[in-house]
């Protein structure tokens, strides 16, 4: 079944403190969700057990990581395992964020490993798809994110994609406060669940989230989530503010 989700994705922001009184500000506003309307945070990891008991009695909101690592356990300093993640209470996990392509050179393969760990381990992805913009300039957008799909999530099982959300981030996007057009989006958005219905068939492709991210807020939101293939938004900056998230996800409501 589709869903909307506002997923709230702090990336390397916030303390206990601050991510504690960030996460309570959002509950007071909260408006009601239902299983069509959901919301996400994911916190850094040491804040995820800590933002599990806040919201564990909270209906439809659940706690994301922002990364896992591709092997289920061992000698590995440093990583947290998709399993230890669902362990303290993590319902999601993000995956293939631009920012970990980038600076920590996840490859499609590397994604595709991660992204079997979380499912195996009984998480649900947020699979981040999107293109730089030298690409957008060239026009070979449809191409660049189709091969991301491809590497990334189009080796898994049709039953699956109900446990897989899909982000669109154009890179030109994120943290820059240039939007794309809801008629970006929304083509794009089109193209990503076209992939999905030659793959998977339609009853599939139309039953997948797919995700908006990148300068997402309040004043553009409502816009964006009125495309009829945009399911929703992945958040950055916007999340960090209790009352811009709380005006993003009530245009979700309002969409
Ligand atoms: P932004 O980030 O909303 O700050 O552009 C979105 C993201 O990177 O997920």
Redesign the pocket.
Known sequence: MRKKIVAA?WKMNMNLDKGHALVAAILKGLPELNSDNQVVIAPPFINIQHTVYQVEDVPHVYVAGQNCFTEAAGAYTGEVAASMLKDAGAEYVILG?SERREYFGETDAVLAKKTDQALDSGLKVIFCCGEPLEIRDAGTQNDYVEAQLKAGVFHLHKHQLANVVIAY?PIW???TGRTASSQQAQDMHAHIRSLFAAQYGQPAADNLTILY????KPSNAAELFACPDVDGG?????SLKADEFLGIVNAMIGA
């Open positions: 994705n964020h981030e996007a994120i943290g991210g990148g300068s997402c992945l958040i950055g900056g916007a």
